[in-house]
């Protein structure tokens, strides 16, 4: 069985930070990749920002670049997601998500999620 608990979220005003924690646990520490997802009321999930656990290299949605950086402590078995200059627009269930296989969202989707957390941004 393989575990992902997200925390961090909150609600804070546009402009603000949070930082974002998912902590892996069972067959998710043997994840080669792990990711964010968003997911705001009546859209489809979309992918955030995902990394390999192998070299650190990372990916980000084009509406997030230069505002959210993931990173990761493998000696925690944690991933972070530092969300900065937060937008309205930003708020949503966010996922964490972890695989196996190959870096990619469509991967991503198909492997091990979390329960999501709460981020509310209010303008």
């Known amino acids: 069985q393989g575990q992902l608990v997200e925390s961090g979220g909150g609600s804070v005003q546009a402009g603000g930070s949070l930082r974002l924690s998912c902590a892996a646990s069972g067959d998710t520490l043997s994840s080669n990749c792990m990711g964010w997802f968003r997911q705001a009321p009546g859209k489809p999930r979309e992918g955030v920002a995902r990394i390999w656990a192998s070299g650190g290299s990372t990916y980000y949605a084009d509406s997030v670049k230069g505002r959210f950086t993931i990173s990761q402590d493998n000696a925690k078995k944690t991933v972070y997601l530092q969300m900065n200059n937060l937008k309205p627009e930003d708020s949503g269930k966010y996922y964490c998500?972890?695989?196996?296989?190959?870096?990619?969202?469509?991967?991503?989707?198909?492997?091990?999620w979390g329960q999501g957390t709460q981020v509310t941004v209010s303008s």
């Open positions: 998500a972890a695989t196996r296989s190959v870096c990619l969202w469509s991967t991503l989707k198909s492997g091990y």
